[in-house]
């Protein structure tokens, strides 16, 4: 059931993670909704009338990540930023954190916000679970952007490189999987940790200031937050196995727009995915890094609206 609006700087009583604060968006609502038993985050604002967009983001992000693109969307879409499982001010749920679990939820909280077909936008672990959620509900979505992000069994390396000029961009995934020493090592630490990924992984380290550290630090903290995001990472071996499993009976026919960056991650995210896809596009965006929706938010809007307009 769809909970009421809640006014930018109030908090529900349905909200799952409450000493984390709230940041608002002028002319966007955070909400609240049951996703098939989790509690979902989203911040919704635009045409309500219009065309449905959808927005996730990876780690060590919140839907946050998408703030700087979502106004350059509101004039013609209803926009849509969801917080994953475990993520912002999303329930922390114990269970599975593989990306056909998760996406089965993000449609769910999608569903339960009245949209019944939707674009799909997501970067990094939430590319992961866009491309999960692509397999399993294909015929609810209109198209899907994927940001700079390997998916599991698909793109994603088996091994992490030895190499130091390239081993830093990867190097967390075989962290990440280890048992308890993640979590005690980075206990009180989450801002560092943060602070990493966000200067080091973006073409500026400038990108970033002491709010958005200070937002991502805590959030990361409160209420299981750290153990949800790892969970992402050590789940990913049954992800890999269910997106094996899906597309051993099937390809994606959707339309998909790959988006990479100048220097980000994954090169060029359109011919990594060209093999499971049959209508597949792709864009570089110039003067970025892995945070491409951070750093080039205009750039990144535009080429969401062209996306649009060339498949319909």
Not at 13 to 33: I, K, M, S
Not at 125 to 132: D, Y
Not at 297 to 303: G, Y
């Amino acid at each position: 059931m769809t909970e009421p609006a809640t006014p930018i700087g109030q908090v529900s009583e349905a909200n799952p993670v409450r000493g984390l604060p709230l940041h608002g968006l002028d002319g966007f609502t955070h909400r609240w909704v049951d996703a098939d038993g989790v509690r979902l985050h989203a911040v919704e604002g635009g045409r309500p009338a219009g065309p449905a967009v959808v927005l996730l983001a990876g780690f060590p992000q919140t839907w946050q990540a998408w703030r700087k693109v979502m106004p350059g969307l509101a004039d013609r879409f209803r926009v849509i930023a969801i917080d994953l499982p475990g993520q912002g001010h999303s329930e922390r749920p114990q269970g599975s954190y593989d990306t056909h679990t998760v996406a089965a939820h993000v449609h769910a909280a999608v569903k339960a916000l009245g949209v019944s077909a939707y674009w799909l936008a997501a970067h990094d672990i939430g590319a992961w679970v866009a491309f999960s959620l692509a397999l399993n509900h294909e015929s609810r979505l209109r198209g899907v952007a994927l940001l700079d992000a390997g998916i599991p069994g698909v793109t994603l390396p088996e091994s992490i490189p030895t190499d130091p000029a390239r081993a830093w961009k990867t190097w967390h995934f075989a962290f990440h999987l280890v048992p308890d020493l993640p979590e005690t090592l980075l206990a009180g630490r989450e801002r560092d940790y943060v602070g990493w990924f966000l200067k080091t992984k973006a073409l500026s380290p400038d990108v970033f200031d002491d709010t958005d550290l200070d937002h991502y630090a805590a959030a990361l903290a409160a209420d299981g937050g750290l153990r949800a995001s790892l969970a992402y990472y050590r789940d990913a071996a049954e992800s890999a196995r269910r997106n094996h499993q899906a597309l051993n009976r099937q390809r994606l026919t959707v339309p998909i727009l790959g988006i990479s960056s100048s220097h980000g991650s994954i090169p060029d995210m359109a011919a990594s995915m060209r093999p499971w896809a049959d209508n597949i596009t792709g864009v570089v965006v110039p003067d970025a890094g892995h945070y491409i929706p951070d750093e080039q938010p205009e750039a990144v809007a535009t080429a969401l609206l062209g996306f649009i307009a060339d498949a319909d």
